[in-house]
């Protein structure tokens, strides 16, 4: 199923493992993967496709995120390989940190580097907007739908001030996170913010579309907002709903992540 579209370059989901997807940007006949975890699924909708992988995207360190990389390098030779800077990685690549922007010329486009520490110290996302407006964010394990990703090397501080960035993009870039986690995540924000109508609708629309198995992403920046409990930390309900009935954003925020942890 296509999802994105930026004239004739297409975004596709892979699904690897039990939850992660490969995000996949091609222009019918060259690809870049992003974050890539898993080869296989790879190689196999390349074929499929009859595209040729010309770069990979990554966006942190951890495994279901890289294990894929070496095996594509191989099968792809020609393939450029962009990674955090802040990270190491056994495999050769370009480095990128924040404010650069990755030229993948092959494809047409043009994708501004945020380095968003946090889930780890050097994560980075990746974004870009056409000629048309359209606006996509490749952002790995940072934000996720209706939620955000486990802190694992960063702070608190850290990651509420990522999420912030990105919270201030323009309502309608389109959000392809690496997880499958939305209905989770959802049922968690109702569990703080039960009488959010905008929320409650996104859990039917989400029930659906997985009911027929499909992606409940991308999300958009504009939903988000509206609904993700990580990005209201200001707001009253969230507030109440922590437990803490404090209007400190870092504490509220601290709360409902060690909340979500255990849920």
Known sequence: MIVGMHHNVQIIPIPA??????WLIH???????????????VIQTLTELNLSLTGILITHHHQ?????????????????????RLESFSFSHTPVDADQVVHLTDIGLNLSVMHLPGHTLGHVAYYTENKLGDQWLLCGDTLFGAGCGRLFEGTPEQMLHSLKRLAALAGNTEVYCSHEYTLRNIEFALSLEPSNPILQKRKLDTQALRDKGMASLP????LERATNPFLRCHIASIQVGSGLRSTD??????????LRNVY
Request: glycine share 8%.
């Open 219 to 222: 999300s958009s920046i504009e």
């Open 64 to 84: 279901d995120h890289i294990a894929g990389v070496s095996a594509l390098i191989k099968a792809y030779p020609d393939g450029d390989v962009y990674a955090p």
């Open 17 to 22: 493992f039990k939850d992660n997807y490969i």
């Open 27 to 41: 222009n019918g006949q060259q690809a870049v993967a992003v974050d890539p975890g898993d080869a296989y699924p």
């Open 249 to 258: 954003e870092v504490a509220v925020f601290t709360r409902i992540r060690e």
